[in-house]
């Protein structure tokens, strides 16, 4: 909004995440889990995932609106989709680079089927925010 000349009116509007929520954990083994996700607004999470066998790829759908697509994974490599700090690393090291993703994991109140083309073991973190 102009004020006058070459002075100007901005508004932004930033949208954050605090950490008072509950603090929740999901697990499982296999290729697709449905739970249920405590609280009242979306929440980041943090998916660890760790395949039993060396992948090309793994796909992983319903963390977020696009699926993510990791690729060239190790056997028992130790992958980290951190939703809250932004990152995505395999053993520590970063593979942003090798990653394909459009934005980080966030959970839905209410009924979530998370899905992956093919089996691992899976932990998902996460803050339940109640409003």
């Known amino acids: 909004e102009l004020v006058k000349r070459w002075l100007y009116s901005y508004k932004i509007t930033l949208s954050a995440y605090n950490k008072k929520g509950v ?3 999901v697990a499982f083994s296999g290729k697709e889990k449905t739970f249920l996700m405590e609280g009242t607004t979306k929440s980041p999470a ?5 395949p039993d066998i060396a992948l090309v ?3 992983v ?4 609106d696009e699926a993510i697509t990791i690729k060239d994974i190790a056997r028992n490599a130790k992958i980290v989709i951190d939703g809250q700090n932004c990152t995505i690393t395999e053993n520590g090291q970063n593979i942003l680079d090798k ?14 089927i998370i899905k992956l083309d ?3 073991s899976v932990k ?3 803050r339940a925010f109640y409003r």
């Open 99 to 112: 990653t394909d993703l459009w934005e980080f994991p966030r959970l839905m109140p209410g009924k979530n």
């Open 57 to 59: 790829s793994l796909t």
């Open 118 to 120: 093919n089996s691992c």
């Open 61 to 64: 759908k319903g963390i977020t």
């Open 46 to 50: 943090i998916v660890t995932i760790t």
């Open 23 to 25: 603090s929740k954990t």
């Open 124 to 126: 998902i973190d996460y």
